[in-house]
């Protein structure tokens, strides 16, 4: 198994393009997340899903959307993007477990530089 | 949200017993704390979780205290591929729909020294 791939690993984008950061997983989990890591930080969750077409925001949606139509794939889209987005971002996919124990893995990430 | 806190540093040295620890004072009776590390440019990988009692595994230890309100990460060996952020993170439960979500905070620096 692959486990959880991000595409691009690097970008660089001027202010005010778009993009869509792809991530796929091939364990067929049912949960997906998206997170940014800022210079320092933690992670910062933005968006996740709990299958196929069902998404939700989490704690730093503004600036981005996601859809999730397949099992295996969970894009992020940056619409306009800002200077405040650069940031390395993390997707990750985990199962769904009796009990709530649901262990994450996660993508090698994708630095996103925006200038 | 359910948080927790950790010391934002922490030295310790090779092939020395590491004890990395972490306060969740608000942590709920269901809550399972879950410590993850993140090795310079990777992503975050799983190191180990519990809920009431110790648990072993082949990377570390984790100590819960009685009252659940803090619980320690043990490496029992530190090794120089060890030096990692170390984040003990909880649960968070979405109300409107049932599913879980986990709240990263900024973790602990190990470094390890020869």
């Known amino acids: 198994n692959a486990g959880v791939t991000q595409t691009p690993k690097f970008r660089i984008l001027k202010i005010g393009q778009s993009m869509t950061l792809q991530c796929a997983q091939d364990m067929n989990h049912n949960y997906m997340y998206w997170y940014r890591q800022d210079p320092g930080m933690g992670l910062k969750l933005i968006y996740y899903?709990?299958?196929?077409?069902?998404?939700d925001k989490g704690e730093v949606p503004n600036g981005y959307n996601v859809s999730r139509s397949t099992t295996e794939d969970f894009p992020l889209r940056l619409e306009l993007a800002a200077p405040s987005q650069t940031s390395v971002y993390f997707c990750a996919s985990s199962e769904i477990r009796v009990g709530g124990y649901n262990e994450q893995f996660f993508g090698p990430g994708t630095r996103l530089t925006v200038l | 949200d359910a948080k927790t806190t950790q010391p934002n540093s922490m030295e310790s040295n090779e092939e020395e017993p590491v004890h990395l620890p972490c306060n969740h004072s608000?942590?709920?009776?269901?809550?399972?704390i879950h410590w993850y590390r993140q090795l310079p440019s990777q992503g975050p990988e799983y190191v180990i979780h519990g809920l009431t009692s110790n648990v072993n595994n082949r990377m570390a230890s984790l100590a819960i205290a009685e009252d659940r309100k803090s619980s320690t990460l043990i490496l029992h060996r530190a090794t120089l591929r060890d030096a990692a952020v170390y984040y003990c993170i909880l649960r968070d439960e979405v109300a409107t729909s049932g599913t879980y979500k986990y709240i990263f905070g900024t973790g602990t620096r190990l470094k390890v020294l020869a």
């Open positions: 899903s709990v299958g196929a077409g069902i998404t």
């Open positions: 608000t942590i709920s009776g269901t809550d399972y």
